[in-house]
């Protein structure tokens, strides 16, 4: 333990300099390209509070004390009883009631590096007529000493199963794995981005645009991981980078189609264009938008159904020759059970071989979402500056679900394994109808 006069607790950078750069040349009159480059950072408060010096021993220290049943009330140590008229006043107050054995302590980096993302694009763009555009780009982040919490106080080496861990651990008076913010993690996303874009000519205009990505990290966010935590973060010559993995919200392919489309019916239209009056108000100037999304699913993990270790976590391996999305590929069994298999579980104290911690993480990607949001609008004139909108609107017009990742990841029990139990935004996945009439004036 070393003192310290910082009346700071740490030290932060004040000299972080984030420039930004862009530029546009044009090489023929329809053809000109784009690109960008910036540094942009984060600060302490972009995770929430953190972790909370001032909870630490002796600032903060929790007493806990329980009712035996229902029909009883809360017995103190003193042997009073906790009602409503003696409150707290029975709780005896003194070092001596602290014991310390076990303490949990929050921390963070001393020398904290500030979070900070490199974002970077290049775009080429040609007009292939007056009213159609064609665009490709390229787009990627990396991000560098994100704050991860893989906690401190941690075992140092690969255990047999059925060893105590916390007989291993550097400070075997405080509690494992405690809370502990270190600035090392980072993430790299890169994705090609074409575009084909029709601007509104004939009463239709339309815009489609597919990403094709990847994104992959050694950062766990503390508020938003759904994959995996860290398997070994003190394990010398494994640590995080170890368990360098998708992102949470990786999804490989997204596509999008969205236009508008003035239907080509009534006066002055194609079909019944001799239409007026009454006529023309019911069957004229109706007009169509859609948003169709097809993108993949985000990622997931498997992990050993069998533990290997008394300390770390541990990945499925992937069985050579098996394809992991084999068989019904479905809600009751979306990945293939036979694709995975438990690693070899540690033989040895200290043991050098990593194997017993299993293979790379997240293996799989869940169901990705299909979906149609189509809308139908007419306005009726009154005068000239009074109208009437009408709208129908169907959002999931064709009532697809957008099912969640596999609830069941034991690909020992195949009665089960890659089972499917609920839809990843459940509220608002059924289709629903919409109607409106306004009023403008």
């Known amino acids: ?5 910082n009346l700071a607790l740490g030290n932060a950078q004040d000299t972080n300099f984030a420039p930004r750069v862009g530029f546009a040349y044009r090489f023929t009159p329809k053809l000109v390209a784009r690109g960008g480059y910036g540094i942009f950072y984060g600060a302490l ?14 600032f ?10 229902a029909a009883h009330p809360i017995a103190f140590p003193n042997g009073s009883l906790g009602t409503l008229e003696t409150g707290l006043s029975a709780i005896n107050f003194s070092p001596s009631q602290v014991d310390a054995e076990g303490l949990s302590l929050a921390g963070r980096q001393y020398n904290y590096i500030t979070p900070y993302f ?6 080429i763009q040609w007009e292939v007529s007056p009213n159609q555009t064609f665009a490709v780009s390229y787009v990627g982040n990396q991000g560098h000493h994100q704050g991860e919490f893989a906690g401190t106080n941690n075992p140092t080496e ?3 199963p059925g060893l105590n861990p916390q007989n291993y651990v550097p400070f075997q008076d405080f509690a494992r794995g405690s809370s502990y913010e270190a600035t090392d993690g980072n993430t790299y996303y890169n994705a090609l981005q074409p575009s084909f874009e029709r601007r509104f000519s004939s009463g ?19 508020a938003l991981s759904t994959t995996s935590g860290y398997r070994a973060p003190d394990l010398p010559g494994f640590g995080i980078k170890a368990d360098y993995e998708y992102c949470d919200a990786d999804v490989p392919n997204l596509f999008h189609f969205s236009g508008l489309y003035t239907l080509p019916i009534g006066n002055g239209q194609h079909f019944l264009h001799d239409s007026k009056g009454v006529v023309n108000q019911v ?24 533990g290997t270790t008394a300390d770390f976590g541990c990945n499925a391996l992937l069985v050579p020759g098996q394809n992991i999305y084999g068989g019904p590929h479905n809600v009751n069994q979306w990945i293939n059970p036979a694709a995975f298999a438990n ?22 990607h869940g169901p990705g979402e299909h979906r149609l949001d189509f809308s139908l609008f007419k306005e009726f004139p009154v005068s000239e500056s009074k109208r009437f909108e009408f709208r129908a609107e169907f959002f999931n017009l064709t009532n697809t679900p957008w099912f969640a990742n596999p609830a069941y990841t034991d690909f020992t029990n195949t009665a089960t394994f890659g089972q499917i139990t609920s839809l990843r935004d459940g509220a608002n996945d059924p289709r629903e109808i919409q109607l409106a009439l306004k009023f403008y004036f």
């Not at 333990?1 to 006069?5: E, F, I």
């Not at 100037?285 to 992990?303: A, Q, R, V």
């Open 1 to 5: 333990m070393t003192c310290s006069n």
């Open 45 to 58: 408060g972009s995770i929430g509070y953190g972790p909370d010096i001032g909870n630490n021993y002796p």
């Open 60 to 69: 903060l220290y929790d007493l806990y004390y329980f009712n035996p049943d």
């Open 118 to 123: 490199e974002d970077y694009n290049i775009a």
């Open 158 to 160: 690969i255990l047999p």
């Open 204 to 222: 239709f205009t339309f815009l489609a645009n597919y990403t094709w990505s990847h994104c992959r990290s050694d950062w766990r966010s503390p």
């Open 283 to 306: 069957i004229g100037g109706w007009k169509i938008n859609w948003i169709m999304t097809l993108e993949d699913g985000m990622p997931f993990n498997i992990g050993c159904p069998i």
């Open 343 to 364: 690693p070899a579980v540690a033989t040895s104290v200290g043991q050098t071989n990593f194997a017993p911690l299993g293979g790379a993480s997240t293996q799989a």
